[in-house]
């Protein structure tokens, strides 16, 4: 019943853009903090970005500053990552997240590849 269903990884060149998108069903979307994660190759699973429930506010891993842009659109439970100036580090699994500490839940997409090469 809860799903969240990822789209939009795929191939890029450094220096290229990509935009992630994660639909969101089977809760109520608005009140959630909702995150994007990344697992590159023989790495541990790090936070890229989160944003607040509202939109209002947001966090970024550091390598990703400047770079990566997380928004969501409450009205259509849909949230997006942004990637712009994209490096051969970048190259991962990314995954949305939705987490509210009160009741407790924590959803996970299936995630989706991004692979940087020239």
């Known amino acids: 019943q809860v799903q969240l269903v990822e789209s939009g990884g795929g191939l890029v060149q450094p220096g290229g853009s990509l935009r992630l998108s994660c639909a969101a069903s089977?809760?109520?979307?608005?009140?959630?903090?909702m995150n994007w994660y990344r697992q590159a190759p023989g790495k541990q699973r790090e936070l890229v970005a989160r944003?607040?429930?509202?939109?209002?506010?947001?966090y970024y891993l550091d390598s990703v500053k400047g770079r990566f842009t997380i928004s969501r659109d409450n009205a259509k439970n849909t949230v997006y990552l942004q990637m712009n100036s994209l490096k051969l580090e970048d190259t991962a699994v990314y995954y949305c997240?939705?987490?509210?500490?009160?009741?407790?839940?924590?959803?996970w997409g299936q995630g989706t590849q991004v692979t940087v090469s020239s």
């Open positions: 944003i607040s429930s509202g939109g209002g506010s947001s």
């Open positions: 997240n939705g987490n509210s500490p009160w009741p407790g839940n924590d959803y």
């Open positions: 089977g809760f109520t979307f608005s009140t959630y903090i």
